[in-house]
């Protein structure tokens, strides 16, 4: 399908912007000699890159406001034993439901970490939008569902999708053995995917590991051999100095989940230290039972505003750099060619509504999508040339709706 979006604005500057084959094939003042499947007006409309959430665990939509107010790990007892009574096809309503709240707040891509991964890339095959499923792991699970994951891995690597992958996620240091994680950093490596496990969280996790280990989490990990460019470690939150460098000269990935961090009384990312030691950072909401949405704006907001209080400085964290963290940085995390507006690149991005009141007046977009907008803003979306949400409405939407609401009766 072939799109022309006529005099949107661009950097400051209207132009037209022609996209063909899933790519920005043109961008240019006037394009008239094109003619297009689809014409969208970008009359009182900015173009932006949308956003690339890089942790969630989409399924935990139907247990949004289900257990509140409790650390983390008192948090996860209550929340596992929910889980166990969970069937595949909660998950894959729950997942539709996490998938359109994402596209209704702009994401095009999330990196998931869930049960049922089956019917999790069923949900992402259906709507459009681009994904890592994160195939989990733990010491739980039996020899038979270990070797049935690590073949699902492999079988999906094989199919070669454009919008989907499939990796290994052993979920943190206190659930994983070492030769699970290398089992699962094989698995990655064999099948060229990444790994995703949470990281170095909480204090608690952060002491344990020193007491058990006589290493910090970060030290542990690379103990192991399984930090590398491919990893892309969740949380985040205690890391010193040595750890980050660590961190930096593995071009490993940590991503930052400050409205989860902030819920479950976990603590403060240290931004700061990761932009000085050129750590590279990513930007997550992580899932809807712990935020208790998936929105990458607000995201975007409390991070820079968490950055600014818990380190006293007013630039600790700026508006361009945690935009910039949530599109670009983030998709070149996942070696996907986005996150910019430039002819070449994939064709994943947002058309934010300049007729919002929350865009009125704009000096500055970014400054106005970080710091005043919300999903009001986004009129269109637009996932590898497809056009996945126009005039803010997202096919089946109020289906998707209903189903979710009848199964989380249950």
């Not at 932006?48 to 959430?53: A, E, I, K, S, V």
């Not at 996490?98 to 049922?116: N, P, Q, R």
């Not at 569902?145 to 999708?161: T, V």
């Not at 170095?200 to 051999?225: F, H, Q, R």
Request: negative net charge; proline residues 2%; contains cysteine.
């Amino acid at each position: 399908m072939s799109i022309l979006i006529k005099n949107v604005l661009l950097d400051n500057k209207r132009v037209d912007i022609f996209i063909e084959n899933n790519k920005f094939a043109k961008i240019d003042k006037h394009i008239d000699d094109i003619q297009a499947d689809k014409t969208i007006d970008g009359n009182n409309k900015v173009i932006l890159p949308g956003f690339y959430n890089l942790h969630c665990h989409a399924g935990m939509n139907l247990l949004r406001g289900y257990c509140e107010d409790l650390p983390l790990f008192s948090w996860l007892q209550k929340i596992w034993q929910k889980e166990a009574t969970l069937t595949a096809e909660d998950i894959y309503n729950g997942t539709r439901l996490a998938i359109l709240e994402m596209i209704k707040s702009g994401t095009v891509f999330f990196a998931d970490m869930y049960w049922f991964h089956k019917e999790i890339v069923r949900a992402v095959e259906e709507m459009g939008i681009r994904a890592d499923v994160g195939v989990c792991f733990m010491d739980r699970l039996s020899e038979k569902e270990r070797d049935e994951n690590f073949e699902f891995i492999s079988d999906f690597a094989k199919q070669k999708h454009t919008r989907i992958t499939v990796s290994p996620a052993p979920h943190a240091i206190y659930t994983c053995s070492k030769e699970l994680y290398k089992e699962c950093y094989k698995s990655a490596m064999d099948n060229g995917v990444f790994l995703q496990t949470h990281l170095a969280e909480t204090e608690t996790e952060y002491n344990d590991c020193i007491k058990n280990n006589n290493l910090t989490p970060v030290e542990y990990l690379d103990s192991m051999g399984v930090l590398n460019d491919r990893t892309i470690a969740a949380h985040s939150v205690y890391f010193t100095e040595k750890d980050a460098e660590l961190f930096a000269s593995k071009q490993s990935v940590a991503v930052h989940n400050p409205c989860s961090n902030m819920k479950l009384s976990s603590g403060i990312f240290n931004m700061p230290m990761m932009k000085q030691k050129g750590v590279r950072v990513a930007l997550g909401t992580d899932g809807c039972s712990s935020n208790n949405n998936l929105s990458m704006i607000e995201e975007m907001k409390f991070a820079t505003l968490l950055s600014k209080v818990g380190y006293m400085k007013a630039d600790a964290l700026t508006a361009q750099e945690i935009y910039n963290i949530a599109t670009f940085e983030g998709a070149t995390a996942y070696n996907i060619n986005a996150g910019k507006i430039e002819e070449g690149r994939l064709a994943d991005c947002i058309l934010v509504d300049l007729n919002n009141e929350r865009m009125t007046p704009n000096y500055n977009t970014v400054f106005n999508m970080v710091y005043s907008a919300d999903s009001s803003c986004i009129d269109t979306l637009i996932c590898d040339g497809r056009v996945l949400m126009e005039n803010h409405h997202v096919e089946n939407e109020e289906d998707i709706i209903e189903i979710a609401r009848r199964y989380a009766k249950k």
